[in-house]
């Protein structure tokens, strides 16, 4: 085997300079061949002495040639390989080589089947970027990079070779909807962690992005102070406010402070980029936030309040808001008023305000109240509109007649409903001069169209008393006209029963029981009375709820025997008792 020639120098073989005739020579050969082993042996102790590179290594090499897009290097040792030229090349960028170029590759390989080192510079890179990294993360300094990819939940950037994952929460200190101008723009980040063993690294933009703008916001903030009317740009618009851009920090814009007026959505009145006169309302020095306000620059229309809304005047507004309990009118842009629900109605009770009124609907409404502390305004709907119980009593007095429809039977009695929406009341004791009211009510249903006479009207309670029996003459009343209690009447009988006898006085019926037949026992006995006699009866009761009579013959002859001991004498005097009604008899003939 002939020894390998050194770098640059030609193969020394003793061979090559012998000629046919000395080769024939033995002992010229046999130096020749001692020679040969000399060179071979020196050779090898020589390439022994130089160190080959280790596979995993990063090692120097030089650009001899670029062809097929890739790039020849020569890397020492006898060795050469190949690299694809985008691996030279930046995200976005041209690849940056040329001949001559001196690079670092990564050896993978020493030697592949083509006999050539296997290298990569993306590896060379990718070994070197981490090892800045790591130092950088241990220093906690920002490192650059660049955007090029998107993956779930995030973004792919390159820090010099090496690939991090920026998740889309660390993108900026807001969502971001449009990523596209951010990519392959160099820019740093900041290394939130980072794991080389399993590769992994996670950056963050977000976190630059906020030191450097709580640097801005601290310098702006600075030269900011409560009460400072300033310019600023819209920058976002919610629900609840606006985020205006003073020049480097944000200012909260509340939706109550852009308007005196209710205003019910901040794009109502801003757009994004629109241009706003604000004033510095409140400055947080600890948290940096700002508070704007729009309404603090024009007058407070509160300001004319009692003056412009006397108490009990009444005003046109239109309705901006309804809710359970009553409903919001405005009554000029930033002074609104409540009508509570028990304000929108004089008939309409326990209805939702919604039933009464709608949105934007124009009223009109009195002031029932004001208290400009708390900035609120009573309002009345109903008070716009006369009292239908006042109406209704002005224009049916006591006793009139009306007609109307049973809108409800209850257990005490019907209602009956009336002009303006307002009812009237039948009470079970004004159905009937005959029957218990009890059976009476029996007799109607709803839907029925009845006749009744008004007995009360009370405005203050919103009650009227209607009667129908009323319409009908009160037989009871004219029979016992001038009976009173104590008061002996002269009585037909009409029955005779077991328990006593019905009797009859100007048609009206009343029954005299057993035990009041009689002041003897022995003449209590009804069969001793035949239907049609005449028979004097003591009243001991007037019910006019009942419509009946209470009357006793045994009271009677009480009393009469009472009154004749008291004119005539007594029984202790000698007289007998029937010597003394023997007497009052005699006088009562006489």
């Known amino acids: ?265 901040p794009n109502e009145i801003l757009n994004i980029g629109e241009t706003v006169k604000v004033q510095v309302i409140k400055i947080n020095k600890e948290t940096h936030r700002i508070s704007l306000g729009m309404k603090q620059l024009q007058a407070d229309p509160w300001d004319a309040v009692e003056r412009n809304y006397p108490m009990a005047s009444v005003h046109k507004g239109r309705v901006t808001n309804i809710t359970d309990y009553g409903a919001f009118v405005e009554l000029e842009p930033g002074v609104e008023g409540l009508v509570h629900v028990s304000e929108m109605s004089w008939t309409k009770k326990n209805v939702h305000p919604g039933k009464i009124v709608s949105t934007s609907q124009e009223v009109d409404v009195m002031v029932l109240e004001i208290d400009t502390q708390k900035r609120r305004v009573s309002l009345g709907l109903k008070q716009t509109m006369r009292n239908p119980w006042e109406v209704f009593a002005e224009t049916h007095p006591v006793g009139t007649v009306i007609e109307g429809e049973v809108k409800n039977i209850t257990e005490f009695g019907l209602f009956i409903g009336l002009d303006n929406d307002i009812d009237g009341m039948v009470h079970l004791s004004d159905l009937s001069w005959e029957q218990r009211g009890e059976d009476a009510i029996q007799n109607y249903r709803k839907g029925d169209v009845v006749k009744a006479a008004v007995t009360e009207v009370d405005t203050d309670k919103e009650r009227i008393s209607l009667s129908i029996k009323a319409l009908d003459a009160d037989t009871f009343s004219d029979a016992v006209d001038g009976v009173k209690r104590g008061t002996v009447i002269t009585t037909t009988v009409t029955a005779i029963e077991d328990g006593g006898i019905e009797v009859e006085y100007n048609g009206m019926k009343s029954f005299i029981r057993r035990s009041d037949l009689s002041r003897d026992r022995s003449e209590q006995r009804p069969e001793r009375f035949q239907v049609g006699d005449h028979v004097d009866a003591r009243v001991t009761n007037v019910d006019s709820k009942t419509r009946r009579l209470g009357l006793s013959i045994k009271a009677r002859e009480i009393a009469e025997e009472k009154e004749a001991v008291e004119q005539y004498g007594s029984s202790d005097s000698g007289a007998s008792l029937g010597d003394i009604l023997g007497a009052a008899l005699k006088n009562q003939n006489n």
């Open 1 to 265: 085997m002939r020894p390998p020639a050194l770098p640059g120098e030609p193969p020394k073989t003793c061979g090559a300079n012998r000629t046919a005739r000395e080769t024939r020579k033995g002992n010229h050969t046999r130096m020749c061949a001692k020679a040969t082993m000399e060179e071979f042996e020196a050779l090898l102790q020589e390439s022994f002495e130089i160190d080959t590179p280790d596979e995993g290594s990063v090692v120097k090499g030089k650009v001899i040639a670029i062809e097929a897009g890739q790039a020849i290097i020569d890397v020492g040792y006898k060795m050469e390989g190949r690299v694809d030229l985008k691996e030279f090349a930046n995200p976005g960028e041209a690849p940056e080589i040329s001949i001559g170029d001196t690079v670092e590759v990564y050896l993978d390989r020493v030697e592949n089947a083509r006999g050539e080192a296997v290298i990569s510079r993306e590896k060379a890179r990718r070994e070197e970027a981490w090892d800045r990294l790591e130092k950088a993360y241990e220093k906690e300094e920002r490192v650059e990079g660049a955007i090029f990819g998107r993956v779930k939940g995030g973004f792919t950037v390159d820090l010099g070779g090496a690939v991090a994952f920026l998740p889309g929460s660390q993108v900026d200190v807001r969502p971001v909807r449009d990523a596209g101008p951010l990519m392959g723009m160099k820019q740093p980040f900041q290394i939130l962690k980072m794991d080389r063993r399993r590769g992994n690294i996670v950056v963050s933009r977000r976190a630059i992005l906020e030191e450097s703008r709580a640097e801005q916001r601290a310098e702006v903030i600075a030269r900011l102070s409560e009460g400072e009317v300033v310019d600023g740009v819209v920058k976002n618009i919610t629900e609840y406010g606006a985020f205006v851009d003073l020049g480097g920090v944000d200012g909260l814009l509340h939706v109550t402070d852009m308007a005196w007026r209710r205003v019910n959505h």
